[in-house]
């Protein structure tokens, strides 16, 4: 008797305590589903005072958030479309995620497997149109794809082979004619963003691409057509018409001359390139953009040195009518400089050299106001600097790791997203005005 109670005791005590698990993990379910934003700055140890951020970034920050821990991330890059932030994670070896971002309120909505094999292109930057379609380039069971994501962000489909390109540098988007430029080792694709079809090939233009800037131009009978002007690693500049795929002209300064730090910029005559011009020395070249015929060379030159070098120029991008670019100094002594240039397009000429004490790396990301937010290396932060003349504003957030990437809205928001100990992590932060 004693023994059947015992028992029977021993039943209820583990139903019970069953219930209550179930309970708990009912409720931990439905916190998970329902928990807002997160702060993440609670992170490395750091009180719960946000004693990690600035107070400039505590007070002019609407929201943050850690994503999903589950992920593990590595964040490879981050897009804007209107209301929406794309994310590119790497999950786990070889698979990636695509996660959204709402930059509204901060909230993490969803994340989508993007299809990848042994190969990475995380160096090839997606695209986006403006109904919010997205592509990038993958490998999918063993055969390079351009791969979409639709609006709707639930599928992710593998709409054209790119087997023969053997290898894809980059993509572009004419968004009036929804055509993706795709520039690979053995030539150039243009694919209909719609169906996945292949509009145009042309292989004889083959180069080592990094970069694509496509603009839409008057051509010869006095109609807009959107060209392409393509950078290449032996230092070749090119044209290309993105309707048709034909080769407009291609103009090369030489093998030495690497053009490989910055996308070209084109202005009203001319293209602009940032190049190497020797060991550590640099130069922006001016190309006609009719023709393509070199027009003039504006050499970066250190004021502080006699050297007259730099370790690197980089990142070059156009703010009204000039162009902003920053070059880093060899160090001396274990101490790091950068410059930061701009240079008048109209007169072509240096309109300021600004000195900083930092190691500027990263894309310049250029505000409604004009002004440049650049990432600190040596000081893990993100700048404000003028537009105007180059001086430093403001520190505009501190970061909790140095692999970040960033963007901007139209409302002088920056946005960006960082990895940290296996986590990803958003965050938004207002710019001075």
């Known amino acids: 008797m004693k023994i059947k109670f015992f028992l029977l005791l021993l039943t209820l005590t583990l139903f019970a305590g069953y219930l209550v698990k179930a309970q708990k993990s009912k409720g931990l379910r439905k916190l998970k589903a329902t928990a807002p934003a997160v702060n993440i700055w609670n992170q490395k140890g750091h009180d719960s005072d946000n004693s990690y951020r600035s107070n400039y970034q505590k007070t002019h920050s609407p929201w943050s958030v850690t994503l999903p821990r589950n992920f593990y991330p590595i964040i490879t890059d981050i897009s804007l479309n209107n209301d929406l932030l794309y994310v590119m994670l790497s999950k786990s070896f070889p698979d990636q995620v695509l996660g959204f971002v709402n930059v509204t309120n ?114 010869n009978n006095n109609s807009m057509i959107p060209v392409a002007y393509i950078t290449s690693a032996d230092g070749c500049i090119l044209k290309i018409n993105v309707l048709t795929g034909e080769l407009i002209f291609k103009q090369c300064v030489g093998p030495q001359n690497n053009i490989h730090r910055a996308r070209a910029m084109v202005g009203p005559d001319n293209i602009y390139t940032l190049a190497s011009v020797g060991v550590e020395e640099w130069g922006v070249f001016i190309f006609n953009k009719n023709n393509g015929k070199q027009v003039y060379t504006i050499k970066l030159v250190d004021q502080s040195s006699s050297l007259d070098t730099f370790e690197y120029c980089s990142h070059m991008t156009k703010v009204n009518n000039n162009l902003v670019l920053y070059c880093k100094n060899t160090p001396v002594k274990q101490r790091t400089t950068s410059y930061l240039f701009s240079l008048d397009t109209n007169g072509m000429n240096i309109k300021y050299s600004v000195k900083y004490d930092g190691e500027l790396d990263g894309d310049i990301v250029v505000l409604k106001n004009s002004d440049l937010v650049i990432k600190d290396r040596t000081y893990e ?37 960082c990895q940290e100990q296996g986590n990803g992590i958003c965050q938004a932060v207002a710019t001075l005005p």
């Open 106 to 219: 901060g909230r993490f909505i969803s994340t989508l497997n993007i299809y990848r094999d042994q190969f990475a292109y995380n160096d090839v930057a997606p695209v986006i149109n403006s109904n919010g379609d997205f592509f990038i380039v993958r490998v999918v069971k063993g055969q390079l794809r351009l791969v979409k994501v639709d609006k709707s962000r639930t599928n992710a489909n593998p709409i054209t082979d790119l087997s023969e390109l053997q290898n894809v540098y980059s993509l572009a988007i004419d968004d009036n004619h929804n055509i993706v430029v795709v520039a690979g080792h053995r030539g150039f694709y243009g694919v209909n963003g719609n169906d996945g079809s292949i509009v145009w090939k042309n292989p004889k233009v083959s180069v080592i691409t990094n970069f694509l800037t496509l603009v839409n131009e008057l051509d």
């Open 381 to 417: 932060a993100y700048i404000q600097f003028s537009g105007d003349n180059g001086k430093k504003k403001k520190v505009v957030a501190n970061m909790v790791a140095s692999v970040c990437k960033a963007t901007a809205a139209n409302n002088n928001m920056l946005y960006f997203c």
